[in-house]
Every structure is written in structure tokens, then in C-alpha cells.
């Protein structure tokens, strides 16, 4: 079974399958996924956290790991809104890198 969507580049599948490792499976995803630029999209009921239920720090640790930007916004009643777009490199603009998590966490270690 495949669950790469017709629609979706290379880039769009690469962000559905951080999406699916974050939330431990394709089959947890829940909601449809949509197209978002050269990225995706979807819904996620309920929220996430830093630890006991560590969905937040899963998230940022294999977006790190992926490249993957994931953005969080509204959605609606119960819901939050995911938007991921895949990076090409450690290095370039902004909107074309991703840090590892080990810079990302120096810089914030930094700057507080």
C-alpha cells in the first residue's frame, strides 16, 4: 500500500513522511492531507506537548532531522493547523535551509 497521493512532488511525499514519523504511522494522520505550496497540510485534533505526550519535541527534533519546516496555526474547535515544506540544505536564504536540531539549539541557548 502506498500512500503517496498522486498530486504529491517528491517534496510534498518527503513532508508527509516526516508528518507520518511524527505521529508514529501514516494510519495516525487523521485528516486529509492537502497541497501547500511545494509543501502540505492537514488538521491534527487535540494538542501536542514537550514531554509525557511528546508530539511538540518529536516534531522539531525529526523536522531537524528531515529538513522539514513545519509550521503551527489555527484550524478551528479542537483543531490545530500543520503546514510542512521541505529545505534543500543546511546552508543558502532562509527559506531554503534548516539547521540540525544541535545549531538550532545553540542559537536559542544563545540568545535568551
Given amino acids: 500500500m502506498t500512500y503517496r497521493k498522486d498530486w504529491m512532488t517528491d517534496d510534498q511525499y518527503s513532508c508527509h513522511e516526516t508528518l507520518a514519523q511524527i505521529v508514529r504511522g501514516f494510519h495516525h494522520i487523521g485528516n486529509k492531507v492537502k497541497p501547500c505550496g511545494n509543501g502540505i497540510e492537514t488538521s491534527i485534533y487535540g494538542g501536542w506537548a514537550s514531554f509525557d505526550f511528546d508530539q511538540l519535541t518529536r516534531?522539531?527534533?525529526?523536522?531537524?532531522?528531515?529538513?522539514?519546516?513545519?509550521e503551527i496555526g489555527s484550524s478551528g474547535p479542537?483543531?490545530?493547523?500543520?503546514?510542512?515544506?521541505?529545505r534543500k540544505g543546511r546552508d543558502g536564504d532562509i527559506?531554503?535551509?534548516?539547521?540540525?536540531?544541535?545549531?538550532?539549539?545553540?542559537?536559542v541557548r544563545t540568545q535568551r
Fill in 59 to 70: 516534531a522539531v527534533v525529526i523536522a531537524h532531522d528531515n529538513m522539514v519546516r513545519i
Fill in 78 to 86: 479542537g483543531l490545530f493547523r500543520l503546514m510542512l515544506h521541505k
Fill in 95 to 107: 527559506n531554503e535551509r534548516h539547521p540540525t536540531i544541535e545549531d538550532a539549539i545553540e542559537k
